[in-house]
């Protein structure tokens, strides 16, 4: 189902006496095949009857629980990230103990939602790093090779590039100090615009910068001679992780527009001149 909705979740949790039964299907687990992975938080549905975001539960399910199957590791343009991973797994009639459930039923939407402020705070700050060790390396390589007769930090396309990724790197790192302040002082619902503004800034300018390091790298840019081609895939897929671009472009549109809302406080009167 569509992960940019996280209410189209279909993974039931349904409640049997003193155990709750799990079942269902999940794609880009991260993490499950690390060996030291123990447990899993599972969310999926405990009530479709509820409200839309009342709907969603979170259990703790041990990873040796019977019914567990992980079916496969998924790659990202051909990286496994092994052992880590981002498995397929399959729930099928897994029990567990109704002490499991975190908070209590219908709370796991707000659990999920506690937890992407920070989450993408950490992401934009990887990003941004991700960005700067690019324009070293690029930097490094345009000083370093010579075609034309000259270095090709000399030709003069890269003076352009290089000053525009300058200042996009400031430009997204301000705005990251921005909202991980705003989150500090006045709380993730009030920075909720500024949180959304760097999950698209941040990855959207460290891909246009690693790319055009790889650019200067020529074929060993997407090799992996350099870590260029694994940071790119990284960031690219940043802009579908915590939700897609679109999704946080769509609420920072709805925020904007409710800013100059225009509200009609009074029935306006013709006005009568007399003679």
Known sequence: VASSDATNIECSIERDGNEYVINGR???SSGAGDPRCAVYIVMGKSNPDAPRHSQQSMIIVPANSKGVTIVRPLSV????????GHMEVLLKNVRVPVGNLLLGEGRGFEIAQGRLGPGRIHHCMRSIGAAERAMELMCKRLNSRIAFGKPVSAQSVWHERLADARCRIEMARLLTLKAAYMMDTVGNKVAKAEIAMIKVVAPNMACDIIDMAIQAHGGGGVSDDFPLAYSYANQRTLRLA???????RMSIAKLELAKHMLVKTEVEMPITRGS
């Open 26 to 28: 999940k794609w880009w």
């Open 242 to 248: 915590d939700g897609p671009d679109e999704v946080h």
């Open 77 to 84: 343009f051909g990286y496994d990230d092994a052992p880590h």
